[in-house]
């Protein structure tokens, strides 16, 4: 059945494409594809006409917004109001972080969330956004320079700017306006942009220590303290004497063998040597028959030939 006046059937509206009005009712495999900037819906076949060479203006009408096609993906959900409200709640979670750990209590963590709740529904419902951009900038580089890590940028919603209409400033550009905060903001560098109670002082864990694969324990002397020379008479004149000059021999091997051999009973205690010697031990025998025993109680063992 034709429809009249070459309306859309219900539901078909979402299938054709803005720019080109391409419908899916004649192209099954069309793709529809959104950017961030404006989450204006167009297929795949104009985002490559319009974007391959460059960022330029979105198609849409009453958007003025410069699109970069690096930008566009598949929608995840069909309500493309969704769709921007995930992406806030994802990008606000990114700086906006704790856990309850980090706070004294569960009351101090309730309000924090709280916070950060409406937090993002002022970008959601776009009020103060510009402020609220410039605030959780200045919290993620309150938390990079308390923890040591390099600086985490936040990503602000272009959407829910206020600067609908202009032209889409380069990166840097943007994100330096959002230090700056905007004018109103302005001068607060050492405004964390978040006040919360109970917030425990981050600290930077200490530095690691080298790994150590012997647990402590070193193989020097620990009896006595080895120089690197001794003076006398006996040893000088050897020092000089052409055979002990043979090639690969050192004299601090000579040193370190002499002094061990001489001074390693200091660490052999007769008595207690003797003391151990007269405390009985258990006889290996007794171990010996209870093994047997046991072997002999065991069921026999059946293994099959792998061969």
């Not at 040893?235 to 043979?246: F, M």
């Not at 040193?255 to 007769?270: E, H, K, M, P």
């Amino acid at each position: 059945m034709s429809k009249p006046n070459g309306q859309l059937r219900q539901g078909e509206a979402g299938d054709v494409c803005p720019v080109c009005k391409s419908s899916r009712y004649l192209n099954p495999h069309m793709k529809f594809l959104v950017n961030p900037e404006c989450y204006h819906k167009m297929c795949e076949s104009c985002v490559d006409r319009i974007f391959s060479h460059g960022p330029a203006p979105c198609p849409i009408a009453g958007c003025a917004r410069t699109l970069r096609k690096g930008r566009f993906r598949e929608a995840t959900f069909e309500d493309l109001k969704v769709e921007r409200e995930v992406d806030i709640r994802r990008r606000v979670q990114a700086v906006m972080n704790k856990d309850e750990a980090d706070f004294e209590t569960l009351k101090d963590y309730n309000d924090y969330l709280e916070q950060v709740e409406q937090v993002t529904w002022n970008l959601v419902l776009k009020l103060d956004v510009d402020a609220t951009n410039a605030r959780l900038q200045r919290w993620a580089d309150a938390q990079a320079a308390e923890t040591g890590v390099s600086r985490r940028t936040y990503e602000p919603d272009p959407a829910a700017s206020s600067a609908a209409g202009v032209v889409l400033k380069k990166g840097g550009q943007r994100r330096a306006e959002l230090a700056a905060g905007h004018g109103a903001d302005a001068g607060a560098a050492t405004d964390r942009g978040f006040s919360f109670h109970g917030l425990k002082k981050k600290v930077a864990p200490p530095p690691e220590v080298p790994f150590d694969a012997f647990g402590g324990w070193s193989v020097g002397p620990r009896l006595y303290a080895l120089q690197p020379d001794y003076d006398a008479d006996w040893l000088t004149q050897h020092k000089g004497s052409v055979e002990q000059r043979a090639g690969g021999y050192q004299w601090g091997d000579f040193y370190s063998r002499a002094l061990q051999d001489a001074l390693a009973g200091l660490a052999v205690f007769i008595g207690e040597e003797i003391r151990a010697r007269d405390v009985p031990s258990v006889d290996a025998s007794v171990g010996t028959q209870h093994a047997a025993a046991a072997a002999a109680a065991a069921p026999p063992v059946h293994m099959d030939h792998v061969f």
